[in-house]
């Protein structure tokens, strides 16, 4: 892909899973919430009782990226 080679759909071989598995995308994403979360509890900006909500919904697929994420955790915040 980085050679520029053709990716179109003529060159595909393998199925939509075969070439990324969504396991790998989950992990990804599973991933990059938790850093997120660890970081947050760390620099004192959740406590541990929000972290854990935060992770449980995240294990949930509650949130899709990111950006999600912390929009529901300012949200949250500014609730209590």
Known sequence: KRKGRPTGIGKRRGTK?????S??????????????????RQQKKIDKHLYHFFYRHAK????????VLVEAIHKMKAEQ
């Open 17 to 21: 899973e075969a070439r990324l598995p």
């Open 60 to 67: 949930g697929n509650a949130y899709k990226n990111k950006r």
């Open 23 to 40: 396991k790998v995308i989950w992990m990804r994403r599973q991933r990059v919430l938790r850093r997120l979360l660890r970081k947050y």
